[in-house]
């Protein structure tokens, strides 16, 4: 008699994928203020000087709030998995790679903020926030031996739901960073009141 598939396929606790996580989004999230410093030759520092460098600051704020964001989505998807297979393993090294990437964007959007940066940096997020969809369908495919045992496929759903929120922002930013880069930048604030009552649920 063969062994249902599922039984089949060799897991692992998801212990590591979360300290490697967890590892990379604080190194990420440090390397953001990197980039804000001030204007070279300076000399004694004036509060005035912060109004110049006022794009790398609203930069840093923006995607450390990001990344956060993607923290939190990443943390309560591995709060209710048990174990994982090979394949979302690889997928969450995907993911990894993507918020890894996202202080590259962040530099890009601080020095320019003109349409083609904002697109680089929305695309890196939507790019992100696909990795965590595709791991999330995933596990949510196979939580007969990945997700928790009371966990309830409502849950599962809705937790699917929740992590396209911030692809959703970033993709129907785009359209406006071609007619006003500014408009697209404000739109994404629209993530902080979203988060916050998606997370009350």
Do not use: C
């Not at 964001?69 to 790679?97: P, S, T």
Request: hydrophobic share 55%; charged share 15%.
């Amino acid at each position: 008699m063969s062994l249902p598939r599922e039984a089949s396929v060799q897991t692992y606790p998801t212990e590591r994928a979360a300290a490697l996580s967890d590892g990379l989004f604080s190194i990420a999230a440090t390397l953001l203020v990197i980039d804000v410093r001030l204007p070279a030759g300076a000399g004694e520092f004036r509060w005035a000087m912060l109004a110049e460098i006022a794009p790398r600051i609203l930069g840093y704020l923006i995607s450390f709030l990001v990344i956060g964001q993607l923290w939190v989505a990443h943390h309560r998807k591995l709060r209710l998995v048990e174990r994982i297979d090979a394949r979302g393993l690889w997928l969450n090294l995907l993911f990894l790679m993507f918020v890894a990437f996202i202080p590259f964007p962040t530099a890009v959007l601080s020095e320019h903020g003109n349409r083609d940066a904002v697109v680089l940096y929305a695309l890196t997020i939507v790019a992100a926030s696909s990795m965590l969809i595709l791991l999330w369908a995933h596990l949510g495919r196979h939580r007969a031996w990945l997700v928790q045992r009371d966990t309830l496929a409502e849950d599962v759903r809705r937790e699917g739901l929740r992590t396209m929120v911030v692809p959703a922002v970033f993709l129907l930013s785009m359209p406006l960073a071609w007619h006003e880069p500014r408009w697209a930048m404000y739109s994404w604030i629209v993530l902080a009141p979203v988060a916050w009552l998606l997370g009350r649920r």
